[in-house]
């Protein structure tokens, strides 16, 4: 692609008029019977096949609706090398149905091996992997972060690196207030901000996001101010506790700035009330269509998404 | 297996006499001609092959030498599926060959997800990737690392997690002082040695590790006195510049608690002196086989590891 990821990341969400990201986190207990009866999912390879399918469904059903997916690296790896191979799929066909993919793998390392990474899964059309971006976790510090950085750049893709995490677990080190008073998660903020700002395009936003979760409503208005030049990814809506008006921060005043993640919520909304009376099982797809054009609503009316 | 992970790298480091850990990073540019004209290494398949094949002659060389190997899952994962399908049959090949497996990985995620991460990769003849043990990364905090803990002590499997790590730009947030005064390297490790304690068997060590770089000797012996129940896994000796010195206060007084890796140094010895004048590039297994010798006696002569 010939635009920066961001640029992309700007254009479809304007196109789309939302901001909803959604996660594709399969779990074969949740399947829908119908996917889960038409593979011999006793095997690695017939639920990496079920796996493949239900994703190719979701993306069907969404992909008229919302700008980019968000395919969970670890479901995949679950089974195996089979299940690689479908996570590749998935991703495919998910840019062929015209999302862009953002690959959750919250990947790092040192030097060259961070580089491997990088190039292996970073570029539509120019690494194995083909993300247009990729999560990516900062324990290992600046010169981890570089590669992945300098590989988004050079190849238009983009990546977030994991800030303030939607778990309350992610306390134990993000919250430590360092010796100056600041807290590391607002240490990790300043070396991403200064990242994106290097990297900002005419849209304002650089090739290096931020991982801020919907459960933190306070630390998304904080960062959002702390980090002008930095698009958030926001886990943690729906299941997890998250609401719309916990997110209103996370956006710029035209509604940009943000993508809302929501997995579970969307991939199995047949199973949840209301869309499990509306849809049954067999309407599973339907039932995902619902789930994401009400979530488009609620963040419509209670934050900036509105004004898309 | 019906050992503890830890039990099993104690016998294996006391048959073997020594701590070494051969960290199988396969990067295209250094294979031995031999290698890389058997395969089409300008397909990821070809390629993919290739670094299965080179693994194997490096495991053939090391096996009757060493304890445990350490597969870079970056540099597979690089090749996308393909690469997937040689990594699984590197680490079967390891095992057949009678060594340990540390997946080096790096991996991490809240929750189910790590779950899932946890249940796939760790825990030989129990997950597809069958790994005996696996690096995990830590900035998402507790939660995120007990799923992984409790898979490692329900299969007999082991995790160690980042804690001080051999770059320099780990002390961008690993260095920092927290408003009591201690590391954040050090707030991972009270973390960690706290799981070690509650997991350790009879040898005094517990399922829980920490990766503790051979770039900073005066940290690792600080840590091996705060962390008397924590196997250390030593990155950095050799090509980024820690020599046997360095790691000597990894190990307790019985040359035990401690693996050192090495990764460049022995698979591509072939190419460096003293190896490329004795044996040149078709002799490049009987050169991983000299360089491990090497380090073996250089660790022997300047660590406890004498005592093995």
């Not at 690695?44 to 059903?61: K, L, M, N, S, T």
């Not at 919250?175 to 395009?201: C, M, N, W």
């Not at 009330?273 to 339907?286: C, L, M, N, V």
């Amino acid at each position: 692609m010939s635009k920066p990821f961001i640029d992309q990341l700007t254009a479809a969400v304007k196109a789309k008029k939302n901001p909803v990201l959604v996660g594709l986190d399969p779990r074969l207990n949740q399947l829908p019977s119908e996917i889960r009866n038409a593979f011999p999912v006793d095997t690695p390879q017939g639920q990496a096949d079920a796996f493949e399918a239900f994703c190719r469904g979701v993306i069907d059903a969404v992909a008229p609706l919302v700008p980019v997916v968000k395919p969970q690296a670890a479901f995949f790896e679950e089974l195996g090398p089979a299940g690689m191979f479908a996570l590749a799929k998935v991703i495919s066909y998910a840019q062929e149905k015209g999302l862009l993919v953002i690959l959750d793998g919250k990947r790092n390392d040192i030097g060259s091996t961070a580089q491997a990474y990088a190039r292996g899964m970073l570029g539509r059309g120019q690494s194995p992997w083909n993300a247009d971006a990729l999560t990516v976790s900062p324990y290992l510090g600046d010169d981890s972060l570089t590669p992945f950085i300098d590989a988004a750049v050079e190849r238009n893709a983009g990546i977030f690196v994991l800030v303030k995490t939607s778990n309350p677990g992610g306390a134990m080190l993000q919250d430590l207030k360092t010796e100056s008073g600041e807290t590391i998660y607002r240490k990790v903020a300043a070396f991403v901000e200064g990242a994106a700002l290097k990297t900002a395009t005419e849209s304002g936003y650089g090739a290096v996001g931020a991982v801020v979760g919907a459960t933190w409503p306070a630390q998304l208005e904080e960062l959002r101010t702390a980090m002008p030049h930095t698009w958030f990814l926001v886990p943690g809506f729906g299941s997890q506790g998250g609401t719309a008006a916990d997110v209103a921060g996370a956006f710029d005043e035209n509604g940009l700035g943000a993508v809302v993640n929501n997995s579970r919520g969307i991939l199995f909304a047949y199973q949840k009330a209301p869309y499990a009376e509306r849809f049954g099982e067999a309407q599973w797809q339907a039932a995902c269509e619902a789930a994401v054009q009400d979530m488009i609503a609620q963040l419509a009316a209670e934050t900036p998404a509105g004004r898309l």
